[in-house]
């Protein structure tokens, strides 16, 4: 515990990989070295609507210690899951089936993470994605992430919404409105900027409200919704599109959050991946010293 003399006010960042900004083709450990050799403090698992990666919540022991050994020999953390499959399978779905399989994915997401040492789950801010939405798909959606706190409760696991690229959880604001009525410590928010932006919200009035569940950020450039532009939420170059990162570094400074980022990024299969990551780094790590961040 430091004493009066030694408080420091130090604002180093803990910067991240997502998964799927590297090239699929790499085994694990050659991913989370990929990781390390860029610099990136740790890298977040996806589990998506892709049968293969959602193979990987039924891994036998052996293929869970062939993870964590590949995870220490690395050096590179691994403390977040995106589990982005519920888009495919979500807990509003009028099918009782889809919504059966919601709860599984829910359940095994939370023994993997258990035995990987992760420690948080993000998971996308749909009520449903292929259905229409209504308000029985809302209070379907509700039930599930209730049902679903309480079972993260009991695995000391945090569970983390992500304000999305459709207008049901679209804002800081609106998940406010769910963790009113989940009111449990082990629900949080997991704020992109890029979709924050788009939406035309007030990204630092946004952040302000959120601040004391705000587990941790998404760094992804966006173009905006306009009346004439339905936006774009991915494949954005950075710097090319409308979110304003150094006047959100300065009010996450401001508020003095201590949590992690994120650099979330698409892989293309293309000979520059890698480059494109090291560039990206480099990018925001100057956007963020602009905002008054040591990297």
Same mark, same amino acid.
């Given at each position: 515990?430091?004493?009066?003399?030694t408080?420091?006010?130090?604002?180093r960042?803990?910067?991240?990989?997502?998964?799927?900004?590297?090239?699929?083709?790499?085994?694990?450990?050659?991913?989370?070295?990929?990781?390390?050799?860029?610099?990136?403090?740790?890298?977040?698992?996806?589990?998506?609507?892709?049968?293969?990666r959602?193979?990987?919540?039924?891994?036998?022991?052996?293929?869970?210690?062939?993870?964590?050994?590949?995870?220490?020999? *690395?050096?590179?953390?691994v403390?977040?899951?995106?589990?982005?499959?519920? =888009?495919?399978?979500?807990?509003?779905?009028?099918?009782g089936?889809?919504?059966?399989?919601?709860?599984?994915?829910? #359940?095994?997401?939370?023994?993997?993470?258990?035995?990987?040492?992760?420690?948080?789950?993000?998971?996308?801010?749909?009520?449903?994605?292929?259905?229409? *939405?209504?308000?029985?798909?809302?209070?379907?959606?509700? #039930?599930?992430?209730?049902?679903?706190?309480?079972?993260?409760?009991?695995a000391?696991?945090?569970?983390?919404?992500?304000?999305?690229?459709?207008? +049901?959880?679209? *804002?800081?604001?609106?998940?406010?409105? +769910?963790?009113?009525?989940?009111?449990?410590?082990?629900?949080?928010?997991?704020?992109?900027?890029?979709?924050?932006?788009?939406?035309?919200?007030?990204?630092?009035?946004?952040?302000?409200?959120?601040?004391?569940?705000?587990?941790?950020?998404?760094?992804?450039?966006?173009?905006?919704?306009?009346?004439?532009?339905?936006?774009?939420?991915?494949?954005?170059?950075f710097?090319?599109?409308?979110?304003? +990162?150094?006047?959100?570094f300065?009010?996450?400074? #401001?508020?003095?959050?201590?949590?992690?980022?994120?650099?979330?990024?698409?892989? =293309?299969?293309?000979?520059?991946?890698?480059? =494109?990551?090291?560039?990206?780094?480099?990018?925001?790590?100057?956007?963020m010293?602009?905002?008054?961040?040591?990297?």
């Amino acid at each position: 515990m430091p004493n009066d003399d030694t408080v420091t006010t130090d604002k180093r960042i803990c910067l991240g990989i997502y998964e799927k900004a590297l090239p699929p083709q790499l085994d694990w450990p050659q991913r989370l070295d990929t990781a390390r050799d860029l610099g990136f403090d740790f890298l977040e698992i996806s589990i998506d609507e892709q049968p293969e990666r959602q193979r990987r919540l039924d891994w036998d022991r052996r293929e869970r210690l062939a993870f964590t050994q590949a995870k220490l020999d *690395s050096g590179v953390a691994v403390p977040s899951m995106c589990l982005s499959a519920h =888009r495919r399978f979500p807990f509003g779905s009028r099918d009782g089936i889809i919504r059966q399989r919601a709860y599984q994915l829910m #359940e095994k997401a939370l023994a993997l993470a258990v035995d990987l040492g992760i420690r948080n789950i993000q998971l996308a801010g749909y009520d449903v994605y292929y259905e229409p *939405s209504d308000r029985h798909t809302r209070a379907r959606f509700i #039930e599930g992430i209730h049902w679903s706190v309480e079972q993260a409760a009991k695995a000391q696991v945090m569970l983390s919404i992500e304000i999305m690229d459709t207008t +049901f959880i679209n *804002s800081i604001s609106k998940w406010l409105e +769910f963790e009113a009525l989940i009111q449990n410590p082990w629900f949080t928010v997991y704020p992109d900027l890029g979709n924050l932006s788009a939406w035309g919200n007030n990204v630092a009035g946004e952040l302000t409200k959120g601040i004391h569940k705000i587990t941790a950020i998404h760094l992804k450039d966006t173009s905006p919704v306009t009346p004439d532009s339905p936006g774009k939420f991915r494949d954005v170059p950075f710097g090319d599109g409308c979110v304003d +990162f150094v006047n959100a570094f300065e009010t996450l400074r #401001e508020l003095d959050y201590r949590g992690p980022y994120l650099l979330e990024m698409w892989a =293309r299969g293309k000979a520059d991946d890698i480059d =494109r990551v090291r560039y990206a780094k480099t990018w925001l790590e100057q956007q963020m010293r602009l905002g008054g961040w040591v990297c």
